[in-house]
Nanobody, 128 residues
Framework: QVQLVESGGGLVQAGGSLRLSCAAS????????MGWFRQAPGKEREFVSV????????YYADSVKGRFTISRDNAKNTVYLQMNSLKPEDTAVYYC?????????????????????WGQGTQVTVSS
C-alpha cells in the first residue's frame, strides 16, 4: 500500500512558476514509476508527466514539454513537478500517482489506468 499526498498548488499569474511535491508513504517508493496527471473542470483526467522507478527516463505531454520538469528523490520518498511559464490552460487539479515500476514504456506510463495509487490532488490556478 502506498499513500500519496500532494502539495504546492496555488494561484499564480500567467508566466509564473510553481513546484508541486508528492510525498509517499511506505518503503517501496523506489519501485514505482511516479506520474503526474491533471483534470480541468468538465474535462477528463490527462497525463502530464512521468518518471520511471529508477529515475532514468522521463516523459511529458506535448502541452507541457519544455515548461515542466519532473524529478524524484527516492531518499525522501518524494516526486516533484517544477512548472514554469504557466498558462491559464494549465489550470486544473493535479494528481500524483504510483504506477508500474517494471515499465519504461511511454504508452503504458502515460495511461492513467496503469496506476494503482493516487493522491487527493492539489489545485493549480493560473490567472491571465
Amino acid at each position: 500500500q502506498v499513500q500519496l499526498v500532494e502539495s504546492g498548488g496555488g494561484l499564480v499569474q500567467a508566466g509564473g512558476s510553481l513546484r508541486l511535491s508528492c510525498a509517499a508513504s511506505g518503503r517501496t517508493f523506489s519501485s514505482y514509476a511516479m506520474g503526474w496527471f491533471r483534470q480541468a473542470p468538465g474535462k477528463e483526467r490527462e497525463f502530464v508527466s512521468v518518471i520511471t522507478a529508477s529515475g532514468s527516463s522521463t516523459y511529458y505531454a506535448d502541452s507541457v514539454k519544455g515548461r515542466f520538469t519532473i524529478s524524484r528523490d527516492n531518499a525522501k520518498n518524494t516526486v516533484y513537478l517544477q512548472m514554469n511559464s504557466l498558462k491559464p490552460e494549465d489550470t486544473a487539479v493535479y494528481y500524483c500517482a504510483a504506477g508500474p515500476g517494471y515499465s519504461s514504456s511511454y504508452f503504458r506510463l502515460s495511461n492513467l489506468y496503469e496506476y494503482d495509487y493516487w493522491g487527493q490532488g492539489t489545485q493549480v490556478t493560473v490567472s491571465s
